[in-house]
């Protein structure tokens, strides 16, 4: 007996290794979970049966028309080994002529959630003599991170590259967000997420100097600064339509990020992220009052603070009311 274990042993080693050698990928075991099928590779890799043959399209609408407008001319891929396509390098938005609009949420998926509450401690744009295409938010080690919106995973695993820990979702809308120098990864390539799932941990590996959440937004492997859609400062989107345009592709993104009119078509401008500022509460003044005083909400107030519209505020306490 120990001799036919030995050999059945050797044979399968055997195998794996004719395998791994002919970049074969031989399905060795299944195995039945609750979200369905799974494939067990000769390779020591797995995937859900469901979503062997998945190509990557969430949205075949949106599609049709990236497919129809050859302006755009970009690439919908499907890689879970790699973060962004090296074509994405090569794209030259400046001879996008034409517009897309897509909705950030809709009927269907009709959520946002921000991936984690904090300061934003550093923005879009060129960083010490490089592009920084995302932006950074405070957290600790262990934070929980959660989808921004509803999803499927695309990449989960560590990044030479600087990124360290990342996930990354693709999204229905067309968009794909990334998550990057967590300490622990809650998700798997092809696994369906929806938006408020937590997807893994903050921390600080890869390229980093501190524990915090890269978070990037991405059109087609084509970097969008955040702020075009969210107010980092209110946790909410600016509107739930997304116009895509060559003028979200600036390689240095805009101080004051452009938000389209969902009727026209036509670019504005929002006001400037600017600086937080804090009130301290007087005697007699009420979350009504103070926000009035600083043009504002009592709403905002609640969310700015982490308070209820019932909290009872008391003389000499500081509020955040921008």
């Given at each position: 007996?120990?001799?036919?274990?030995?050999?059945?042993?050797?044979?399968?080693?055997?195998?794996?290794i004719?395998?791994?050698?002919l970049?074969?990928?031989?399905?060795i075991?299944t195995?039945?979970?609750?979200?369905?099928?799974v494939?067990?590779y000769?390779n020591?890799?797995?995937?859900?049966?469901?979503d062997?043959?998945?190509?990557?399209?969430?949205?075949?609408?949106?599609?049709?028309?990236?497919?129809?407008?050859?302006?755009?001319?970009?690439?919908n891929?499907?890689d879970?080994e790699?973060?962004?396509s090296?074509?994405?390098r090569r794209?030259?938005?400046?001879?996008?002529?034409?517009?897309?609009?897509i909705?950030a949420?809709?009927?269907?998926?009709?959520?946002?959630?921000?991936p984690i509450?904090?300061?934003?401690?550093?923005?879009?744009?060129?960083?010490?003599?490089?592009?920084?295409?995302?932006i950074?938010?405070?957290c600790?080690?262990g934070?929980?991170?959660?989808?921004?919106?509803?999803?499927?995973?695309?990449?989960s695993k560590?990044?030479d590259?600087g990124?360290?820990?990342?996930?990354v979702?693709r999204h229905y809308?067309?968009?794909?967000?990334?998550?990057?120098?967590?300490?622990?990864l809650?998700v798997?390539?092809?696994?369906?997420?929806?938006?408020?799932?937590?997807?893994?941990?903050g921390?600080?590996?890869?390229?980093?100097?501190g524990?915090h959440?890269?978070?990037?937004?991405?059109?087609y492997?084509?970097p969008?600064n955040?702020?075009?859609l969210?107010?980092?400062?209110l946790?909410?989107?600016?509107?739930?339509?997304?116009?895509?345009?060559?003028?979200?592709?600036?390689?240095?993104?805009?101080?004051?990020?452009?938000v389209?009119?969902?009727?026209?078509?036509?670019?504005?401008?929002?006001?400037?992220?600017s600086?937080?500022?804090?009130h301290?509460?007087?005697?007699g003044?009420?979350?009504?009052?103070?926000?009035?005083?600083h043009?504002?909400?009592?709403?905002?107030?609640?969310?700015l603070?982490?308070?209820?519209?019932?909290?009872?505020?008391?003389e000499?306490?500081?509020?955040?009311?921008?």
């Open positions: 007996m120990p001799n036919r274990l030995f050999y059945a042993l050797a044979l399968t080693w055997i195998c794996i004719s395998a791994s050698q970049n074969a990928q031989i399905v075991d195995i039945d979970t609750d979200k369905g099928r494939l067990l000769s020591f890799k797995w995937e859900y049966a469901h062997k043959f998945f190509d990557g399209i969430m949205n075949r609408h949106l599609q049709s028309l990236m497919d129809a407008d050859t302006t755009f001319d970009l690439i891929y499907w879970t790699i973060c962004y090296p074509e994405a794209y030259n938005y400046e001879h996008i002529n034409d517009t897309i609009w909705c949420v809709d009927s269907v998926h009709n959520r946002f959630v921000m509450e904090d300061v934003v401690t550093s923005r879009y744009g060129w960083r010490k003599g490089r592009m920084h295409y995302g950074d938010i405070n600790n080690v934070d929980t991170i959660y989808a921004a919106f509803s999803g499927r995973i695309r990449y560590f990044n590259g990124y360290g820990n990342l996930v979702i809308n067309g968009l794909e967000t990334y998550y990057a120098h967590l300490s622990k809650f798997a390539p092809n696994e369906l997420v929806v938006a408020g799932q937590p997807i893994g941990l921390g600080n590996t890869g390229r980093s100097y524990a959440l890269h978070f990037e937004v991405r059109f492997d084509l969008i955040p702020e075009f969210i107010d980092f400062e946790g909410e989107l600016l509107d739930d339509n997304v116009f895509i345009h060559k003028g979200l592709f600036t390689p240095v993104g805009q101080s004051t990020p452009p389209a009119s969902s009727t026209t078509g036509a670019v504005t401008t929002t006001r400037t992220p600086a937080a500022k804090y301290k509460v007087k005697r003044e009420t979350l009504s009052s103070i926000a009035r005083k043009h504002t909400t009592v709403a905002k107030l609640c969310k603070n982490k308070i209820k519209a019932s909290s009872i505020i008391r000499g306490q500081t509020l955040r009311v921008k």
